[in-house]
């Protein structure tokens, strides 16, 4: 992968050493040698990750975090902070300056990787969701709000998959002081509990003496619901081939036996910030796809969704012989409503009008506002006959029951309905509305309140 990676460290052999290392993996690599010029460039460029050293003569690596962390265009960049100190109270000091990560020196090269490369895909996959999900101007709000909430997070919902009593005890006591802590022994089980709950994270020892950890963190990956699970591996020390392989087929995180309780919660703390700020992408991401197909007023499908199906059922269709159908409903005299009871009366006639035609046709046929008071409603597998039908049970559940706009006021509502059928290959998209089109307007010219179509 590639991605671009500031090394801020006030002594350049270290930084050239960094430097090296990353440029080797095919990072992009820009430099700095101090906070102050660290800030200018995360001002003016693109960065990925920072790796940050803490002991800098003026501003140090925590101010510079703190900085970059209040800062709403950088307050998304990673940062490793680099360090000597293997104090409890500097990693607690970092994240509090709001670090996602630490490296401490001599920098281990697998570490370093590992950390960079991890913190690196998740902000470029949400620097992509992000964009997808928004314009650039709501971007801005949106990534703020989001990131605000990341970090105000103080627990989650974890799993620990290990069968050491004394390494259980001593996790769990870590952990269930702040987040909501589960322990499964058995892999099976493991796998059950992350397919039927919600976890934040899974923890898994690699090192279990009657199964393999890996094997629950490959099936974890390979599911859907779990796919974007966070992992974290416990590791024996030695045992770097299972470590490389874990990584590989994309493992979060990993923390070394024995385990440093203040380095543990800081790895957990970071990946469940990252998810829940990948989750918020993830969900407006989603939500803007629908809102890109779906009329805002009536919550239908809208024509641009209605116009790319119609020309893959027609496809379909025509290359296995089936029947395709499409309806054109349009509500009669609407100007007068709106012109006598106001656009709110319309818009509520309307999105009651969208509520019978979702309500009274099959589970099959898919109901589109093709604008104004315009519905369309596809029925594959339908020829004209059936479509008449349905057609005519639409017709007189419109008819039947006045539409109330206010609590003093109903109003009689009709409609004219325009049917056509796919009549063979050379038909077209155009072709099949344009008859659809016909007959709604043959409909109204015969009086209003009927259903026609182009063979009546």
């Known amino acids: 992968m590639t991605a671009r990676v500031l090394v801020v460290d006030d002594i350049l052999a270290n930084v050239k050493l960094l430097e090296a290392r990353l440029q080797a993996e095919y990072f992009e690599v820009l430099t700095a ?68 990560d630490f490296l401490t020196k001599p920098v281990d090269e697998i570490a370093l990787i590992t950390r960079v490369k991890n913190l690196a895909r998740l902000k470029m996959l949400d620097d992509e969701m992000a964009l997808r999900a928004a314009t650039s101007s709501q971007i801005g709000i949106e990534r703020g709000a989001a990131s605000v909430q990341a970090r105000e997070i103080k627990s989650g919902r974890l799993l620990l998959v290990d069968d050491n009593p004394r390494s259980v005890s001593r996790i769990l006591d870590t952990l269930s002081k702040t987040h909501d802590a589960f322990v499964e022994r058995d892999i099976g089980a493991a796998l059950k509990m992350v397919n039927k709950f919600n976890f934040d994270l899974v923890v898994v020892s690699i090192g279990l003496s009657d199964a393999d950890g890996l094997r629950l963190c490959s099936q974890i990956r390979s599911i859907e619901r779990t796919r974007h699970l ?18 590989d087929m994309g493992v979060n995180d990993y923390v070394i036996r024995p385990v440093d309780r203040h380095e543990l919660l800081a790895r957990v703390r970071t990946q469940i910030r990252r998810k829940r700020h990948s989750d918020f992408l993830r969900n407006r991401l989603e939500e803007s796809v629908e809102m890109a197909v779906t009329d805002p007023l009536t919550g239908l499908f809208n024509r641009r969704y209605m116009e790319t199906h119609l020309n893959g059922l027609m496809q379909e269709a025509k290359a296995e012989g089936r029947d395709l159908s499409i309806m054109i409903a349009d509500i009669d005299y609407f100007k007068r409503i709106n012109d006598s009871y106001g656009h709110d009366a319309g818009d509520t006639v309307l999105q009651d009008f969208a509520a019978r035609l979702k309500r009274h046709t099959r ?94």
């Not at 966070?230 to 990584?247: F, H, K, S, T």
């Not at 008859?435 to 026609?452: E, H, P, Q, T, W």
């Open 33 to 100: 040698y101090s906070g102050a010029e660290a800030l200018e460039i995360c001002a003016r460029e693109r960065v990925d990750v920072v790796l940050l050293d803490v002991m800098m003569p003026g501003m140090d690596g925590f101010e510079v975090c703190r900085r970059l962390k209040a800062e709403p265009r950088t307050q998304d960049v990673p940062v490793i902070m680099v360090t000597a100190l293997d104090q409890p109270s500097d990693k607690l000091q970092g994240l509090e300056a709001g670090a996602d």
């Open 230 to 247: 966070p992992l974290i591996m416990l590791v024996d020390p030695g045992d770097e081939a299972r470590l490389l392989r874990g990584l």
């Open 363 to 456: 589970g099959i046929d898919l109901a589109c506002r093709f604008g104004g008071e315009e519905f369309i409603v596809i029925m594959p597998d339908t020829d004209l006959e059936v479509a008449r039908h349905v057609g005519e049970r639409l017709r007189e559940r419109i008819a039947e029951a006045p539409f109330s706009i206010n609590s003093q006021t109903s109003l009689p509502v009709t409609a004219c309905v325009g049917l056509a059928t796919l009549e063979g290959p050379e038909d077209t998209p155009t072709s099949l509305f344009k008859r659809a089109d016909n007959a709604l307007y043959a409909a109204k010219r015969s009086g209003r309140n009927r259903v026609m179509s182009e063979a009546a």
